[in-house]
């Protein structure tokens, strides 16, 4: 299943994947992460897979995010409202479907991959949302292993990837970043990463330390 606000984007990788993986079912669901009431009520529509005696693992990919604090100041976020949707969409809604996902499933049988970022402990100016909301992430999966140790949990910073969301970081900022990857460059070693499933579980693993 895929969750995105954007269909068209939606349809794209639906087809990448039914192009590279043919037999997999994908079922796709245009949803703004950042409308709470809507994630609330469409959360238990999403876990219903059927039987769960079928399946041997489950997996959950927290990989929502938003740029579009990228080029504000700490100075500008004086009136809270754009600092509520920003956590909507980067961390609330994370910690609803992983809330869901927990009661569902086995959890001997359940993988949670946290996409996070370097910027979570690294801070650099024009990143006043973003960077504590990583952080944020990160200290939740942390209490999530130590509550439910019998889950699978990967922290992965992917690394600067040449996608969307990075083409909208200004110019300057990009300076400081290391050497820019594919997707299908970062991907490949996440997917190694999981089938190895030699990592400590909880641990944050950065593309470019592993």
Do not use: W
């Not at 976020?77 to 996902?101: A, E, R």
């Not at 569902?104 to 359940?110: E, L």
């Not at 990009?174 to 400590?200: C, H, N, Q």
């Amino acid at each position: 299943m895929l969750l995105a606000r954007n269909k068209t984007g939606l349809e794209e990788t639906k087809s990448l994947i039914n192009s590279s993986a043919p037999g997999v079912n994908v079922h796709i669901f245009t949803v703004d992460l950042g409308d709470l009431d809507t994630l609330h009520h469409l959360c238990p529509e999403l876990m219903k897979i059927g039987n769960v005696d079928q399946h041997d693992q489950f997996v959950l990919v927290n990989n929502a995010g938003s740029s579009d604090t990228f080029k504000c100041s700490l100075a500008q976020l004086s009136d809270g409202h754009t600092t509520q949707k920003f956590f909507d969409v980067n961390y609330t809604s994370m910690t609803m479907l992983t809330s869901h996902f927990l009661t569902v499933f086995p959890q001997k049988k359940s993988l949670i991959v946290q996409i996070t970022s370097l910027l979570a402990t690294v801070h650099i100016a024009g990143f006043p949302l973003y960077s504590p909301s990583r952080a944020a992430r990160n200290a939740y999966m942390g209490v999530l292993v130590a509550e439910n140790p019998d889950v699978r949990v990967l922290n992965y910073s992917p690394g600067p990837c040449d996608t969307e969301m990075y083409r909208k970081i200004p110019e300057e900022i990009k300076k400081g970043f290391r050497t820019l990857l594919t997707p299908e460059e970062s991907i490949s070693k996440l997917v190694t990463l999981i089938s190895e499933d030699a990592y400590m579980n909880g641990c944050i693993l950065d593309y470019f330390e592993c």
